[in-house]
């Protein structure tokens, strides 16, 4: 019982950055209606922005919060120079755009920073909790972190006459467009969100896997397997099947004797493949209706 209940908190941990990759997605896809492949790379590329300002000597938190701002700004102006003149053209040319973005920042980082293994310091220590090492001092930091981008995102949505346009654009561009909204600037707007989501991602993420331009291939398969399971259309679900992968994905290289480590990754392509024939638009998401 103790392994069992050790293994489903550590999924809750690592399902957390899987929900945030995952949700990162979704924002992205409900802008543009294409999956950035590229996430996971700008993620990488603010955790490396975060372990230079630490290495002049900026506290933590500073860092921490610098380093959002700095990717919410860059998300912007990647939504604003590169897809705003693209927004009218074929889905390939946005492919080929996301495909050129995952190799420019991944060569860039290797470039500045080179690939080798580093280090990432934690704020909350790697120290055991609970005295029983079910979950580990990083891990449950981790996880307020997470909980606290979650609700503030929530209440941002929910309560913001930003977040209402910001959610009123998204669901009909059009519509939204003849009350005023900017929609435009909307689309910016959720890039610059996703953006920094993906940065507080790789910042939590990075002490457990270590910081090297490659980081955050496998954490990109598992939220987009997390935004497919819960609905690329339901930004909840997407949350709810980040952490949903994260617990099956443990529990099934702990309890199936043919997966453990080797094949975890495998189990989240499964997973997308699975969803995608059982049901297409996922647990949460709904059949889209357009009149004829």
Do not use: C
Request: proline fraction near 5%.
């Amino acid at each position: 019982m103790e392994l069992f209940t050790q293994q489903v908190l550590a999924g809750i941990a690592t399902g957390g950055i899987y929900a945030l990759m995952a949700l990162a997605i979704v924002m992205i896809y409900q802008a543009i209606h294409h999956l950035n492949f590229a996430q996971g790379e700008m993620g990488m590329f603010s955790a490396f922005v975060a372990w230079q300002l630490l290495l002049w000597g900026a506290p933590y938190w500073l860092a921490f919060v610098a380093t959002i701002a700095l990717s919410f700004v860059a998300g912007v102006l990647i939504e604003r120079i590169v897809f705003k003149p693209l927004r009218r053209a074929p889905v390939f040319s946005h492919l080929v755009v996301f495909v050129a973005l995952f190799a420019i920042f991944n060569s860039l980082a290797g470039f500045i920073w080179d690939f080798t293994i580093k280090p990432f310091p934690s704020p909350f220590g790697t120290t055991p909790l609970f005295g029983a090492g079910l979950i580990g001092a990083h891990q449950a930091g981790m996880l307020v972190v997470i909980a606290v981008v979650l609700v503030a995102l929530f209440l941002f949505l929910r309560t913001t006459r930003l977040g209402l346009a910001l959610r009123a654009a998204a669901a009909n561009p059009e519509s939204a467009r003849l009350v005023g909204v900017r929609v435009g600037w909307m689309m910016a707007l959720g890039w610059g969100l996703a953006s920094a989501i993906g940065a507080v991602a790789g910042m939590m993420i990075a002490p457990i896997v270590f910081l090297e331009p490659n980081m955050m291939l496998s954490v990109l398969l598992y939220g987009f397997a997390g935004a497919v399971l819960g609905g690329l259309a339901s930004p909840g679900g997407a949350v709810f099947g980040g952490f949903l992968v994260g617990v099956l994905e443990n529990l099934a290289a702990t309890y199936v004797p043919v997966v453990g480590s080797e094949l975890k990754l495998p189990i989240a392509l499964l997973l997308i493949v699975v969803v995608l024939v059982l049901r297409p638009y996922g647990l949460f998401g709904r059949k889209p209706v357009e009149r004829v």
